[in-house]
């Protein structure tokens, strides 16, 4: 989920993250072997690779489970695997866009059509959405990494354009082209970051009221668990009342 730290923290209450450690590993891993395969398997000379591992480090993939993802690459059987980009409205009028890796576009874009008109949004043409966002690169590290002002300042000297702070983490945005070399003077000096991606920030925000929170919740909870689904951008927001006032 990109950048909503409100249904981050409610996903952290429930344990969901514990319980989908596994699917969660396995949609790192298949990022790793696509990386290892579309550039070289090295990761000190493919930056895409290089942003998976971290990635996959930050969540304590097993070194094992990552290297396999890297020989994975090579096999001679292994799957091949598209990029592909999903865009609709969920409860709300919020927008989102889905991104996958899958092998077979026809079969994943009918089971995201299902779930967007099964739990109450409405699935879009492509482009349908997008304009409601910006392609950036973010790169995420934990609140507790350093002070604020000294994320700010290793930030700007490193590159990136904006840093947005919540209670968890602190998003330092660049622009996409410079995503890895941004990434590589962060690392160096504040070590793995939770994630590092292209993504999509939303240019406005829609604010949800309580009515269609937990709907909305239930939608992208949905897609997120479908296998093929690799990153669920949305513009909501919520206040903490109405947050408060549902029962999640």
């Not at 969540?59 to 993802?69: L, V």
């Not at 504040?190 to 829609?206: E, N």
């Not at 479908?226 to 909501?236: E, G």
Request: hydrophobic share 35%; with cysteine; charged share 30%.
């Amino acid at each position: 989920m990109a950048g909503h730290s409100k249904f981050k923290n409610i996903m952290f209450r429930k344990g969901a993250q514990d319980k989908k450690r596994s699917k969660l590993f396995t949609k790192l891993a298949k990022e790793i072997t696509v990386s290892a395969k579309l550039g070289m398997p090295d990761p000190d000379h493919n930056p895409r690779l290089r942003s998976a591992i971290s990635t996959a480090r930050a969540q304590s993939m097993p070194k094992d489970n990552i290297q396999r993802a890297i020989d994975r690459a090579s096999a001679s059987d292994v799957q091949s695997f598209e990029e592909a980009r999903y865009e609709g409205y969920g409860p709300g009028k919020v927008a989102i866009i889905v991104e996958a890796l899958t092998d077979n576009k026809n079969r994943t874009a009918a089971e995201i059509r299902s779930i967007f008109n099964k739990m109450g949004g409405v699935f879009g043409e492509s482009n349908s959405v997008s304009f409601n966002f910006e392609r950036v690169g973010c790169i995420q590290f934990s609140i507790e990494t350093e002070d604020e002002e000294k994320i700010i300042e290793i930030a700007i000297d490193s590159g990136a354009e904006d840093v947005e702070i919540d209670d968890e983490a602190y998003s330092i945005y660049c622009p996409p082209g410079k995503l890895h070399s941004v990434l590589g003077l962060l690392s160096d000096k504040l070590g793995d970051p939770i994630f590092s991606r292209l993504d999509w920030k939303p240019l406005a925000k829609v604010e949800v009221s309580s009515d269609k929170i937990e709907k909305l919740f239930n939608l992208i909870s949905a897609l997120n668990d479908n296998d093929d689904v690799q990153l669920i951008s949305a513009n909501y927001e919520i206040d903490d009342e109405s947050l408060n006032s549902i029962n999640l």
